[in-house]
Structure formats: structure tokens, C-alpha cells
């Protein structure tokens, strides 16, 4: 579980299509990890928005080429869900 498989797991998530394993991985991840944290409420507020939140969030100016990148790469989504099942 590395930081591209937890961006893969946010935007299931944020779809209402991830598994409740997949979530449970993805909010041990960030736990650990504020990087991605801070990606994933960058992409909740993104999603469910909110305009104050969002002036106060710094958001890396190449995350939204990071996410097309990985949304792009649709056969991730299918590596992911594998190895999270892999997780015991
Ligand atoms: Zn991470």
C-alpha cells in the first residue's frame, strides 16, 4: 500500500464505489501519511465543496495533473482492489 494506490482508493471513495475494506485501508493510510491527508480533503472539499475551505487550502499547484494522471489509469483501480484483498 504506497501513496499511488491510497490516491486510487480516495477517488473510489469519493465515487461511492469503494469497498468498506478499501476504506478501512485507505483510513489507516491516512493516519500515517499527511501528504495524502492533505490530498484527500483537497479532493472531498473538490467533491462536496466548500468555498471557504477551499481558499484556505493549499493545494499543490501539479496535484490536479497528479489526479488526471492517475484517473487516467483505469486498470489501476483493478491492481488496487487486488492487493487490498491481499491485506489480512
Ligand atoms: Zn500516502
Do not use: W
Not at 491527508?37 to 472539499?45: D, E, G, T
Request: hydrophobic residues 40%; positive net charge; aromatic residues 6%.
Amino acid at each position: 500500500m504506497d501513496c499511488f494506490d491510497a490516491g486510487i482508493l480516495m477517488l473510489k471513495e469519493l465515487e461511492g464505489t469503494s469497498a468498506e475494506r478499501e476504506r478501512e485501508v485507505l483510513a489507516a493510510h491516512l493516519l500515517t501519511c499527511p501528504a495524502c491527508m492533505r490530498h484527500y480533503k483537497y479532493l472531498r472539499n473538490a467533491v462536496f465543496g466548500d468555498e471557504n475551505e477551499k481558499l484556505q487550502t493549499r493545494i499543490p499547484v501539479d496535484f490536479e495533473v497528479q489526479v488526471m494522471t492517475k484517473i487516467r489509469y483505469v486498470n489501476a483501480v483493478t491492481v488496487v482492489t487486488t492487493k487490498v484483498n491481499k491485506i489480512k
